[in-house]
């Protein structure tokens, strides 16, 4: 598994400037974005990041006379493909529908190739000086692709499983031992379906934690290498699918389906992307106070996720202010507080001024939240080729 220094060695120099560096007339920019309405595509199966981005679009357009709205996605590959058809139709450089997209992963990936962004901008922005680019390197590479500027980071995320406490004394922190607990209790433990991010990621983590050399993971998938690093992963979940929710024969859509069974006391055990979702969700009152987090013993999966412009976006200008307002000491304190999202933050905290510091110093951390160093090690995504993969093979499994 690749380090933060081997992360960093693969980021190119003349990306790790700050906005200082560049001669951008940023009052120009913010200028231009007065009265745009900036179409903002994310994933809206969530009501807390649902509003968040409300709250987002409120101080844009306070501060800055530009308006958002929130296209609420079910699949992130719908925007891109809207994009990719505009961009067919004759409008490949202004004119297209989708301004600002919530992306990472292969669809990053793949309008990187296709070259279906706008940029380099993320420099450009004044907030990104004090991005924490080298304790964070996830902040610019995704899925061991840099990302080169055409995509700024905004949420930083991990890995947990969320369990209930009360019906689950000691949770299982390997995934042999994650097996024979369910074995023990068949039905109690769930993941999303395997097109939803969050159960592609279920996958994801068996597949780096399971791999004989997780460094192969880092280079693009060929078949050889594919069998060999995979088959340990396919092997646990064969026998684990038949102990999961209903048997595995159908699963929960996403992330708030999957916690909402757990709140009702239908299973014990699931998995989060967010290490504080469980303690907001004790603080609503949508999951019981016995609810507690873990993470693997040798780490878990940690990525940033991203905004980006399309190549053909109709408001790039106000796609940028928002970009930066949501890079803000307020707007990643905000992210940061278990209450609203409990997200991690991209910022260096330490690094900001003495009035901002202190907003992140007097957030709270709930009971089902721990502490930096009880998170462990991060470990870095696969390539996306890898995802791709996974869940296409998970589907012609499920589907027979």
Known sequence: MLRRRDLLAAVPSLYAVSAAAQATDWPSIMARARGQTVRFNAWGGDDRTNAFIAW????????????????????????VQRVITERGAGRGSEGGSVDLIW??????AHMRREALLYGPFVADLPGFQYVDIAAKPATVVDFALPVQ???????????????DSARLATPPTTLPAMLEWARSRP?????????????????????????????????????????????????????????????????????????????????????????????????????????????????????ASFVAIPINASAKAGAMVLADLLL????????????????????????????DQVRFEQLPRGPASLDVTALGQTLSEPHPSWMTRLTADWLALVQG
């Open 149 to 163: 500027g055409y995509a700024a980071p905004w949420l930083m995320a991990q890995i947990v499983y969320v369990y």
């Open 187 to 303: 039905g109690r433990i769930a993941h999303p379906h395997g097109r939803n991010f969050l159960g592609a990621t279920f996958l994801k983590q068996a597949l780096v934690s399971l791999a004989p050399d997780p460094r192969v993971l880092q280079a693009p998938l060929d078949e050889v290498g594919y069998t060999a690093a995979a088959a340990p992963m396919w092997a646990w979940y064969r026998a684990l699918r038949p102990l999961l929710w209903r048997g595995g024969t159908t699963f929960p859509t996403d992330g708030p389906q999957t916690q909402a069974l757990l709140g009702d006391g239908a299973i014990d055990l699931t998995i989060s992307f967010n290490p504080a979702e469980a303690s907001g969700l004790i603080a609503t009152g949508r999951l019981p106070a016995s609810v507690r987090t873990f993470v693997l013993d040798g780490g878990t999966i940690g990525n």
């Open 103 to 108: 992306i990472n992963g292969p669809n990053l």
């Open 328 to 355: 803000s000491p307020v707007a990643q304190a905000r992210a940061a507080d278990e209450r609203v999202l409990g997200q991690g933050s991209v910022l260096a905290i330490n690094r900001l001024p003495l009035e």
């Open 56 to 79: 987002a679009g409120q101080q844009v357009e306070r501060q800055f006379s530009v308006k958002v709205e929130h296209v609420r996605l079910r699949d992130t590959a719908d925007a």
